[in-house]
């Protein structure tokens, strides 16, 4: 069964920590993307992934930067973590030819105190 | 920009009941539309899609027109069950290569059906 795998589901952190949210898919998918979920906000797209060592900020990539040293695994970072960062994180991958059909993890709720 | 509005929630039903969810969209070009579907504890997952002007996606006993003239997606099920329960998006996303699975997400509907 094809997956991402976001390797925390819960964390709590305290403000000023520095975060880090992994992600890795096992479908040699291209595309990776983080997404937060807030209630009432929906999905926003923080950053995503074309390809290895590749990144583009999305629409609300202030406060976070990525990692994507290897194809199946893009990592979100937060440099100093603070209270209004505390969100849903969603990992999603597709591949680069995917129609658009993302496959997501499970995610990873972050709270920071 | 590119954007999607989808109805507020919560929606809750009685078992059996008829569902719609309105979505509605503004986008340059002919973008691809999609109904994600997000279960209790678990992450999105692709329910159904449309490509072009008057696809009919289906899946799971949902339907959904895509509506040029109207710039719609709404999505309908004649007889919604207990374990339909969950959060449903709307979503749009390019209909060319270059920047494949970045969607514009809807805010999300909550549906809750009871027995």
């Known amino acids: 069964d094809v997956k991402v795998t976001q390797s925390s589901r819960y964390l709590v952190k305290r403000t000023g920590e520095k975060v880090f949210l992994e992600c890795v898919q096992d479908m040699d998918h291209e595309n990776m993307f983080w997404y937060r979920q807030d209630p009432g906000l929906g999905l926003r797209l923080i950053y995503f992934s074309y390809d290895v060592k590749m990144k583009e900020k999305g629409d609300i990539p202030e406060g976070y930067s990525v990692s994507r040293e290897k194809k199946e695994r893009f990592s979100l970072i937060l440099e100093s973590a603070s209270t209004n960062q505390t969100s849903m994180y969603l990992c999603?991958?597709?591949?680069?030819?995917?129609?658009?059909?993302?496959?997501f993890g499970a995610g990873s709720r972050l709270t920071v105190l | 920009g590119d954007s999607v509005t989808q109805m507020e929630g919560p929606v809750t039903l009685s078992e059996e009941a008829f569902l719609t969810i309105n979505c509605t969209y503004t986008?340059?070009?002919?973008?691809?539309l999609f109904w994600y579907v997000q279960y209790p504890g678990e992450g999105l997952q692709l329910l159904l899609k449309?490509?072009?002007?008057?696809d009919k996606g289906s899946n799971k006993g949902f339907e959904a027109t895509y509506r040029k003239e109207t710039t719609s997606f709404h999505l309908e099920k004649g007889s919604v069950q207990v374990s339909d329960s969950a959060v449903y998006f709307c979503?749009?996303?390019?209909?060319?290569?270059?920047?494949?699975?970045?969607?514009?997400f809807g805010k999300g509907t909550k549906l809750s059906v009871k027995p």
């Open positions: 449309a490509t072009k002007a008057d």
């Open positions: 986008a340059t070009g002919y973008p691809s």
């Open positions: 999603a991958s597709t591949p680069r030819s995917g129609a658009n059909v993302l496959t």
């Open positions: 979503a749009l996303g390019p209909n060319y290569g270059g920047s494949q699975g970045n969607l514009i």
